[in-house]
């Protein structure tokens, strides 16, 4: 769960603390390497200010520039930002061309930044889906940004994490049957340089925004050991300091990955 005011107050010292408070509450040392974010709410943050749902999505955008900013700033490697999932291709059609023309002038306005900021430029997902034109664009801005060594920005277009898991086994199925594999060699290692995130590390972190909990088809196998944050922020209120909050509650969590740690072996036999 998302920490509400009192717990921050509680486990901080100050109430509404400022950003400068909060970065000094961040262990830089202990930060995740791969932040993953479900950016839910635009629609709703429109509605309630009784603005057509595109205005969600353009004020959402803003989001985006602060939480890349920050993540580089930070030295996070990864950030992955779920921005079109497969199941979005039913919304209604205006609503999906007014998307597709906003990802557009995203990519024409932020490539110079990319560049500035050595960030790469990433996708995952059914690209071949999406308009020609911005399947170029896509291309062009990946190819641009390849030898950018900084943030890697990864954002998940027409992406389902069933789809993703059916295409790498057909994938897998196919070199088993060329005889590059044998059934026996197969592994989790293996299996994974079949998914759309092959050379990416696994999210450590996950954050929905909205007040939604769940996932929704996000990053399934990825996702095994991630740790999960929810908060009731709308996507287009996610700033510098929702973001910060997150950091803050990962880094009081202890991650095990299936394990006991400081457990005395004693203690079961052994």
Known sequence: MGISMSEKQ??????NPSEKEMLSLIDRNALPKHVAIIMDGNGRWAEHRRLPRIAGHRKGMESVRKTVTLCRELGIKVLTLYAFSKENWGRPKNEVNALMRLLEVYLQKEIATMMKNNIRFTIIGDTEL??????????????KTANNTGLILNIALSYGGRAEILNAVKK?????SAG???IEGIDEVT???YLNTAGIPEPDLIIRTS??????????WQSAYSELYFTETLWPDFKRKAMLAALIEYQKRERRFGLIKNKDRSDYGL
């Open 180 to 182: 590059r594999f044998s």
């Open 130 to 143: 999406l308009p020609h034109r911005i399947q170029q664009r896509l291309q062009s801005v990946i190819k």
């Open 10 to 15: 509680k486990d901080s010292g100050f109430e």
């Open 191 to 193: 299996f994974e340089r």
């Open 211 to 220: 007040g939604e909990m769940r996932i929704s088809n996000f990053l399934l």
């Open 172 to 176: 897998l199925f196919q070199d088993i």
